[in-house]
């Protein structure tokens, strides 16, 4: 299945240039698989979600949530907990409780450590689903 949707994210890719800079939804716009994981890079560090099925990316504002759509200061708090890479990020939602996780692409200790392609960015950084997972019984 995931070739199909991945040939399918490609064959659109040109119709749907306009949804990588405005889709404002944690939902993939090609194939409607909900997405966890992202990178952040370039001028600003925006921030990129990236769907793990088709692998379509799109910009996503780092203070919003993706399934709630919340944005008032303080909805959106983001962790940094593993001391040895710092440049992977836990975001979470204080309204609705969901996470992502961010790669953060620009850290120099990242870079010169080297990075895995981005479609494994969801493995790479299981951890951070643990420690989701602790953040969410300690709300409980």
Request: charged share 25%.
């Amino acid at each position: 299945m995931q070739p199909l949707l991945s040939a399918l994210r490609i064959a659109a890719s040109g119709a749907l240039g306009w949804v990588r800079e405005y889709w404002q939804q944690g939902l993939c716009p090609v194939c409607g698989s909900a997405t966890r994981v992202g990178y952040m890079r370039g001028e600003g560090r925006r921030q990129f979600l990236r769907c793990q099925v088709c692998g379509m990316e799109w910009v996503f504002p780092r203070a919003r949530c993706p399934y709630c759509g919340a944005d008032s200061p303080g909805d959106v708090v983001f962790y940094r907990p593993l001391e040895s890479r710092q440049w992977l990020r836990l975001y979470r939602c204080r309204r609705c409780g969901a996470y992502w996780k961010i790669v953060d692409e620009e850290d120099e200790a990242a870079a010169e450590r080297g990075l895995p392609p981005r479609e494994l960015y969801d493995t790479y950084t299981f951890v951070l689903d643990a420690v989701a997972e602790m953040l969410a019984s300690k709300r409980r």
